[in-house]
Structures are given as C-alpha cells and as structure tokens.
C-alpha cells in the first residue's frame, strides 16, 4: 500500500448504485444497457485505456472485445498479456495506489465496465463472484507470468548450451 493518505470514498449516486446491484447479480455477458450507459465505456482498436505510470485507480472489467497489456514502446514494447472478456484488468494500482505498471490498448472494439474504489466496494460487497472474479484474474495473470519466467530461463539454459 503506498504511503499516500487514502482518499474518503464517496458513495456512489442512487442511480449507479442501482446499475452496480444490477451487476453485482448477472452475469457479464448480460450487461444490460442502462448498465452500460452508467458504468461502460467503448474505445476502439489501438485506443489507450491506461497507460504504463499513469495515476488512475480506476478497475475494468472487459465485457467485449480485447485489451493488451504491455511495458515499454514503439520497439520496446513487451506484450504482457492478452486480455478477454470477463477478465478484469487495472486492479493493481486500484488496491495499492501505486503508478499504473503496464499500458492497456485495445485489440478490437472494447467495451469495458469502469469501477471506481467506491463503486467497487459496494459490489464487491454484494456478491461473492466479484471476489472469485478477482481471485481468478490474479491467478491466471500470476501463472502467466511464471510461464514466461520459465520460457526466458529455457530459453538462457538453452543458449548457454550452445555457446
């Protein structure tokens, strides 16, 4: 957790708090769009949602489309991830309050659910899948990781063979 203060969440309107229990209770492919039009936004192909250092403490839920996730640019840039529906992205910096660590981009028309901490708390609070949601997109994105940690280490063992 950073050091900075945490900021007093405010409530969330009455009219999003209905959007979130609406949420909170279906599932992401039944994103209705009074849902949409109170917490969803659209980026097209090649479109930021968040970038690498940015300060946002914003979550996504991706409910259509893909997102990459990426460190460095131009020639630099290394593909984290690619992102699909249901997976939730951005979570880090929205816990911890540190810089974002890595630029989301979208693949293809994106559309994504956008929480706030409030927003999130109280959903969260609602119902246990946004726990097992969140506990699932951790895995899979720590799992991933350790693939590629293994791949990079084959891949030197490999070379110092060779040499």
């Known amino acids: ?7 007093p969440l405010e409530p969330p309107s009455e009219e999003v708090e209905e959007s ?11 994103t209705s769009p009074e ?3 109170q917490l969803g936004r659209t980026y097209q192909p090649g479109e930021i949602l968040f970038r690498e250092n940015d300060n946002s403490k914003e979550l996504f839920m991706i409910v259509s489309g893909q997102v990459k996730i990426s460190r ?5 840039e290394k ?5 699909n529906p ?6 880090m910096s929205h816990f911890d309050n540190y810089p974002r660590s890595a630029t989301a981009t979208a693949v293809s028309e994106v559309q994504v659910l956008v929480f706030t901490k409030a927003n999130f708390a109280l ?4 119902h246990h899948k946004w726990t097992l949601q969140l506990v699932y997109s951790l895995c899979n994105r720590v799992h991933s990781t350790f693939q590629r940690i293994n791949q990079g280490h084959s891949m030197a063992a490999s070379a110092a063979k060779a040499s």
Do not use: H, P, T
């Open 79 to 83: 593909v984290l991830a690619v992102l």
């Open 72 to 76: 460095g640019e131009n020639e630099n």
């Open 86 to 91: 249901g997976e939730i992205m951005g979570e």
């Open 123 to 126: 959903i969260f609070e609602l």
């Open 35 to 37: 849902i949409f039009s």
């Open 1 to 7: 957790m950073s050091a900075d203060a945490e900021e």
């Open 20 to 30: 979130l229990l609406q949420v909170a209770f279906s599932e992401i492919r039944d």
